[in-house]
């Protein structure tokens, strides 16, 4: 069986990427969503293991010293790490794997693996910010930080392969299914 691919799928908060994750493995079979590991404390109605790994900090040290992790970064004040040995088991399954996660941890993924194809999801400035306070689970100083975190991550953008702008969340899912089904032909595997 041919060995999956690696989809990196980032963005700024507020710009869709869990409704446009969901809606593109409900329409593309074979692919997996990576669950990270996080220091960040559970949201209202988060389960762990289902949305992260819920770890602390001592826990998460030591996954990093024993090289748990594909990549790992430092995000709004919390840590998040992607766990090499979930992926690796998807990959030889021949599924594909999607993860949801941060630029820095996007670069270094394709340091590791260069194949892995960079998907950036984000929509307008003002858009992003209605969003996450629509979302009512941030407070007026989390907001500002996503925020400012959107507007630096802006020149890493270049490094990324495709950028999906989510203002139309059908059209946006229509653009990842063909960006996925089009790796997948030019790997030979429609
Ligand atoms: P949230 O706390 O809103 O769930 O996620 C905050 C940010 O952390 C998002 O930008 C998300 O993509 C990123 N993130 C989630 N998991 C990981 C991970 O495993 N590694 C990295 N580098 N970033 C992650």
């Not at 949201?43 to 594909?70: C, D, I, K, Q, W």
Request: proline share 5%.
């Amino acid at each position: 069986m041919p060995r999956g691919s690696v989809i990196v799928i980032s963005g700024p908060s507020g710009a869709g990427k869990g409704t446009l994750v969901d809606r593109l493995v409900a329409r593309v079979p074979g692919l997996w969503v990576s669950v990270s590991a996080t220091t960040r404390p559970p949201r209202p109605g988060e389960t762990n293991g289902v949305e992260y790994h819920f770890l602390s900090r001592e826990e998460f040290a030591a996954l990093v010293g024993n090289r748990g992790f594909l990549e790992w970064a430092e995000v709004h004040g919390n840590l998040y790490g992607t766990l090499v040995s979930a992926v690796e088991n998807k990959l030889e399954e021949g599924l594909d794997v999607i993860l949801e996660i941060d630029p820095q941890g996007a670069l270094q993924v394709v340091r590791t693996m260069p194949e892995a194809v960079l998907l950036f999801v984000t929509a307008p400035l003002d858009e992003l910010e209605r969003r996450i306070r629509a979302r009512g689970t941030e407070t007026d100083e989390q907001v500002r930080v996503r925020m400012q975190t959107a507007l630096g991550e802006l020149p890493l953008v270049e490094a990324y392969n495709h950028v999906v702008e989510n203002d139309d969340i059908c059209r946006a899912t229509d653009d990842l299914v063909r960006i996925v089904e089009s790796l997948r032909a030019d790997k030979g595997r429609s």
